[in-house]
C-alpha cells in the first residue's frame, strides 16, 4: 500500500514568492492533515479536511496561508507572498474514516521550505 | 486545550543501555496519548497510543511507555536500545471527538552511541 506522497520536496525561495505543496494521502483515508514543523519543533497543525470539507483552519497562520482538497482526495497548500518566517516542513497526514478521533494519523516525509 | 511538555530535547545512550524519554501532559480530562517517532529522511510514525485500560502499552520494536493520572505523565521506556533507534521522538495528546487535533510536544533526539 503506497503511503502519503508529498511534493516537492524542497524549495527554496525569496521573500514576497509563492509556492505550492501538493499532497497525496493513502486510498480511502477521509480525513486529511496539513502540519507544519519549524525546525527543531513539534508540528502544529494549520488545517484539516474530512472529504472536501474544511473542518478545521483556525490555525492558519494568516491570509497568505490557503488549502483546498477539492474531490476529497488530494490536496493543495499555498503560501502566497512568502516570508522568512515560514521556513519549516510542511507536513501532510491522513486517517481512515474513523481513525480521526482516535489520534492514528499516517504522515508524509514532508515538503521543507526555505524563505530566504 | 491540551498540551505536552518534552523536557529533554537531546538524550545519548550506548548501545545496549534503557532508555527513558519523559513526557508530561496538561489537560482537564484524560486524554489520549501518543508517541510518534520521525527517523532522518522518513515520515513520523506512531510508535505506541493510550487510551484508557492498563497504564503500561506495549509498542512497536520493543518500546512501551506508561501512563500516570497521578502525574500527568506519559513516559517511553526501551529496554536496551540498538542504534537504528536514533530518531526524533515526540509525545503527543489529543482528545476524543476532536478530530484528532493533535498537540506535539518539541521533540527529543536520540542518539544511541556505539
Known amino acids: 500500500e503506497a503511503g502519503v506522497t508529498q511534493s516537492p520536496r524542497y524549495a527554496v525561495l525569496q521573500e514576497g514568492q509563492a509556492v505550492s505543496f501538493w499532497c497525496d494521502p493513502i486510498?480511502?483515508?477521509?480525513?486529511l492533515y496539513w502540519y507544519q514543523q519549524p525546525r527543531d519543533q513539534g508540528p502544529q497543525l494549520l488545517v484539516y479536511?474530512?472529504?472536501?470539507?474544511?473542518?478545521?483552519n483556525s490555525q492558519l497562520p494568516s491570509d497568505r496561508f490557503s488549502a483546498v482538497r477539492p474531490k476529497g482526495t488530494n490536496s493543495t497548500l499555498k503560501i502566497q507572498s512568502a516570508k522568512q518566517g515560514d521556513t519549516a516542513t510542511y507536513l501532510c497526514a491522513s486517517s481512515f474514516p474513523g481513525g480521526a478521533n482516535t489520534g492514528q494519523l499516517y504522515f508524509g516525509e514532508g515538503s521543507k521550505l526555505t524563505v530566504l | 486545550a491540551q498540551s505536552v511538555t518534552q523536557p529533554d530535547a537531546r538524550v545519548t545512550v550506548s548501545e545496549g543501555a534503557s532508555l527513558q524519554l519523559r513526557c508530561k501532559y496538561s489537560?482537564?480530562?484524560?486524554?489520549?496519548l501518543f508517541w510518534y517517532v520521525q527517523y532522518p529522511r522518513q515520515g513520523l510514525q506512531l510508535l505506541l497510543k493510550?487510551?484508557?485500560?492498563d497504564p503500561v502499552v506495549q509498542g512497536v520494536n520493543g518500546f512501551e511507555a506508561e501512563f500516570s493520572k497521578s502525574n500527568s505523565s506519559f513516559h517511553l521506556r526501551k529496554a536496551s536500545v540498538h542504534w537504528s533507534d536514533s530518531a526524533v521522538y515526540f509525545c503527543?495528546?489529543?482528545?476524543w471527538g476532536t478530530g484528532s487535533k493533535l498537540s506535539f510536544g518539541k521533540g527529543a533526539k536520540l542518539t544511541v552511541s556505539p
Open positions: 493510550y487510551y484508557s485500560g
Open positions: 489537560s482537564s480530562v484524560t486524554p489520549y
Open positions: 503527543a495528546v489529543s482528545m
Open positions: 486510498s480511502g483515508h477521509d480525513t
Open positions: 479536511f474530512r472529504d472536501e470539507a474544511v473542518i478545521d
